[in-house]
């Protein structure tokens, strides 16, 4: 029988270009540059805040609360991973406090060359986070958009909760899987 089990999805390898980018000062905080994992050229592109740990502390691989959370609502969704690319804001996963808008700003440039590069379909922006920051309005809500496709830049994009809202939060995983899978039926549209 056909059943889920969340894995390891294969990490997209920061391009060599971008390898010493110091350019907001994250870098700082020691954590290392994620620059996406699924198959870069799905047609979906799903936009999170900033990269979950993607190895534990001894160095081993792991799939991280918010992964699992993701992958089992895709799952849910009838989302196939090869539909599916992942990436984030920020390339890397603070651990301090830092300067919030500053450091999106200046860390946005590299989304918007994955999406030149990799021309997805649909983007599904998850959590207000990246919303806020992805739309440019810092008062936008995901709970007040679900369900609706906007135009950002020229991308068709939807919103959903973030996974580990979800995760913390049972009663939102079935709102996430719905609106996953508002984007798994627009993409059978597009077809
Ligand atoms: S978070 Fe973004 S801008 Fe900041 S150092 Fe990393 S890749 Fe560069």
Redesign the pocket.
Known sequence: MDSFCPEIWPEDPVPNS?QA???????EQGTR?VWGEGRPGAPIMVILDNPGAREDRDGNLMVCGTRQTLQKAAYEAGLDKHDLYVTYI???RPVRAYAKEE?RT??K??LKEQLQTYRPSLLVCLGNTAVQSFFGDPKLEVKNMRGSWYDVNGYQTTVAYHPLAARRRPHLFPLLVEDLKFAEEQLKQLD
């Not at 980018?21 to 870098?27: I, N, P």
Request: charged share 30%; net charge positive; glycine share 6%.
């Open positions: 971008q980018c110091r350019e907001c000062g994250l870098y540059m920020l390339k890397r450091t200046i860390c440039r590299h």
